[in-house]
C-alpha cells in the first residue's frame, strides 16, 4: 500500500469543489437537494472530535509530572489569545471603518426576517449561559452531545486524576494511547467521504445564493478576505518568526491538505484531529498541543474576531445608524467577551454577531439580514483564519514553554519526516526533549 496514497484524495477533492460550484450554477435546484452530503461528512467528521480532544488532554496531563506545568502552559494560551483576538478584532474595526462598505444598501422584510432568526440563535449564548454549559450534565453526556467545552473540562480532570495516581495510573494511560490509535484510524477512513461531503456543500451553497446575490456585497466580502490575509501574514508571520524562528509560509504548506479540507466544508472543526496529529509530528511536546489546540478552538478566534468587528460597521452603515468613536470601542470590549463563546453557537460567527447586537445594539439587528446571504462565503475565510491562528499559537506556546522540537520541525518542514497519512499518528513518537523525557510520558 503506496504510504502517500492520501495524495490522490486531496486532488479529489479540489475535483469535488470545482463541480460543486459547476452544479451549483448550472442547476441550482440540484445543488440546493445535495445539501445532505455536506451535512453528513461534517457531521461525521464532529462524530470523532470528542474522543480525540479526549485522548489527546488525558495523554497529554496525564503524562505531566507536576500540574504546575499545566497550568503554566493553560496561563499562557489563555493570555496569548485574549492578546490576538483583541487585535484581530482592533484590524477589523479600523478596515471597516476604512472601506465603509454597507453604504447605499436596504433592508426588505425578507432580510429582517433572516435576522431576527439568527438574532434568536445568538440569544441562546450569553455569558452565564456559555459558562453554565461548560458543565457537563453527566460524566459521559459531553461525548454523547458533542460538546468541546464539557469534554474539555472532563478530559482535564481525567488527565489530574490519572497525574495523581503516580505508576498506578500508567496502565491506564497505555489504554487511552491506544483507544487514540484507534480513534485516529477511525478517521482516516472517515475522510474518504471528503470528496463527496465537499461536493455536496459546495454545490449547495452555489445553488442557493447564486452569483448575483455576491455582486453587490463582494467589497465587505472581498475586503474580509484581504483583512484575513493581512493579518495571517502581517501579524502570526513575523510573531512565529520573531519567537520560534519559523517561516509561517512554510508552517502554512505544510498544513496545506487541512486547509483544502476546510476550504471544502467550510468548518475548521474537520480539521481538528488533523492539526493535532501534525503539531506534535512537527515537534510540540503532548501536553502543550493536548492543552493549546482544544482551548484554542473555543477561545482563539482570530478570523471570528475580525468578522465580528467588519460586519458590525457593515451593518451599522448599511442601516443608516453608524457607530460613534465611542461606541465603537465599547463594541470592541463587547466583542471581546462575545467572540470567546462564538464556537458554541450553531452558525458561529453570524449567529454571535446577531446575539451581540440584540444586547448591544437593538437597533442594529434586523441589519443582520443583508449578510445572511454572503456568511456561507466568508465563513470560509473566518474557518482558515481561526485555523492559521491556532496553528501558530500552538507552535508559539511549545516555544514559550520550552516544548516545542526547533531542529525536528526543521527537518518536518523541510519534508525529511513525512507525516504519516496512513494512520493520522506516527508509529514512533518523537523522542521528547531531554527535560520532558520522564518515565511516565515514554510508558505512553
Known sequence: MSRDRTHYLYIAVIIAVISGITVGLVAPDLGKEL????TAFVALIKMMISPIIFCTIVLGVGSVTQAA???????????????MSTVALGIGLAVGNLIDPGHGLQLTDELRRSAEAEAAKGGESDTVTFLLGMIPTTLVSAFTEGQVLQTLLVALLAGFALQAMGARGAPVLAGIGHIQRLVFRILAMVMWAAPVGAF?????????????ALTSLGVIMLAFYVTCLVFVLGVLGPMLWLVARVNL?????????EFLLILGTSSSESALPRLIAKMEHLGVSRPVVGITVPTGYSFN??????YLTMATLFVASATGAPLSLGEQVSLLVFMIIASKGAAGVTGAGLATLAGGLQSHRPDLVDGVGLIVGIDRFMSEARALTNFAGNAVATVLVGTWTGEFDRERAAEVLAGRVPFDETTLLEEEPPAPPAERADPEMSAV
Open 35 to 38: 445539501k445532505p452530503l455536506g
Open 69 to 83: 506545568k499545566v497550568g503554566r502552559v493553560g496561563g499562557l494560551a489563555l493570555g496569548y489569545f485574549l492578546v
Open 200 to 212: 455536496g456543500a459546495m454545490a449547495a451553497v452555489v445553488g442557493a445564493t447564486g452569483v448575483d
Open 249 to 257: 509560509l512554510s508552517l502554512l504548506r505544510y498544513l496545506s491538505r
Open 301 to 306: 478566534l482570530d478570523g471570528t474576531a475580525i
